[in-house]
């Protein structure tokens, strides 16, 4: 059988219960893709996170309900501030950490996007509707997979080069985005309020990407969502063959 790369997604909490949980959807995409989904328990330890990444090829952040801490990025948090998940953040973080050093393969999903900025030194804007004007609509609600708003993308961007065109069309459910851009990274797509849609490490030698919209929703029917899982996987297969060969044998990744 073909190898199928590793893909760690960490996972939410859900306080009230005490239980760790995660959408279907994105395990489900990144299978269709050709990975192999494991979900990571949101446990902010260095030594687990370590342990854990060893047996790893790519790293995927989805989206959560919650928001990153502000002080983590030096802000005092704003009046529509959501919940903040401490254990979210810190997980997450110390992830990220691991994702630098190792150079694993990265695709960040909304807050995925936000706590990789708020990791090289970016901030947030912490409530779109009230501290953007003439913002456009970000938060379109249900159907959730239905493409509500316009991206333009940066020329000779990966995201340009997978899309194959200089805009798309995109879902939308954040109330928070890019304020400054953190280091080592490149905004690849913005919404027509001007906010950042994408971003982008452009180092050679690693593969970093994260959207602010949601592929997850629509890679079934969407191009471009299917694209970017297909990309991402096949990036994580590549790592894995430089890696830990030993492991691959000869099938080619899917």
Known sequence: MPYRPRIGITMRIELETDRFYL?????????????????LSLIPASDYIAAVTDGLDGILLPGSDSDVDPLRYGHEPHQALGH??????????????????????LFGICFGMQVLNVSRGGTLIQDIA?????AIKHEQGV?????????????????????????????????QAIETVGRDLVASAWAADGLVEALEDPRSDRFVMAVQWHPELGWE??????????????????????????????????
Do not use: M, W
Not at 23 to 39: D, I, L
Not at 85 to 97: F, G, M, N, Q, Y
Not at 130 to 134: A, D, G, H
Not at 223 to 251: C, I, M, N, W
């Open 23 to 39: 959408s279907r959807h994105y395990s489900e995409a990144v299978a269709a893709a050709g990975g192999a989904p494991v979900h």
């Open 84 to 105: 903040v998940h401490s254990i979210k953040d810190d997980t997450d973080l110390l992830v990220l950490e691991e994702v630098e050093r190792r150079r694993l393969p």
């Open 143 to 175: 159907p959730r997979d239905r493409p509500s708003h316009r991206v333009r993308l940066l020329e000779e961007s990966r995201l340009a080069a997978l899309a194959e065109r200089d805009g798309v069309v995109v879902n939308s459910h954040h109330h």
């Open 221 to 254: 029917r969407d191009p471009l969502s299917r694209s970017l899982f297909t990309r991402f996987v096949d990036e994580a297969g590549q790592y894995a063959r430089s890696a830990h060969p030993q492991f691959v044998k000869t099938q080619p990744c899917p």
């Open 130 to 134: 009230s501290q953007v004007q003439s």
